[in-house]
């Protein structure tokens, strides 16, 4: 089971670097994965789940926007790259991933937020996260907060 932490945890490092880079260069989905296993950036990754989510996030970036427009305090196309890369793949988890605890996607990707984005970008990062989770999860959320 750690290990399995630590490979998603290192897959989802990989992963806001690769939906990042799509998002900048718009490279075949491919041709990233490609370039990921090649310079090791997965190496004791959780390869899978690194296709899984960057494969789902670049299929359909705004059935993903749709979900955070209306958490934003501003318009999406005003966000930083790395801030929507994060939300993106947050919001993609917190949908599709209900076997990841809602609390563990959350906190995952503020710490990715923290390492990648700007100074105060986590804290943002980590309101929307909450707010959609309410959203998406509703059961598990009112069962913590109760």
Known sequence: MKSNVWARRRARRALVQAVYQW?????????????????????????????????????????????????LDRKLKELDQIELAVLRLGALELKTRIDVPYRVVISEYVELAKTFGAEEGHKFVNGVLDKLALTLRPLETASERV
Do not use: H
Request: aromatic fraction near 6%; charge should be negative.
């Open 23 to 71: 998002q900048m260069s718009e490279s075949d989905v491919v041709r990233i994965e490609a370039d990921f296993l090649a310079d090791g950036a997965l190496e004791k990754a959780d390869v899978e789940f690194f296709r899984e989510l960057l494969r789902a996030t670049v299929a359909d970036p705004d059935s993903l926007d749709d979900l955070l427009t209306p958490l």
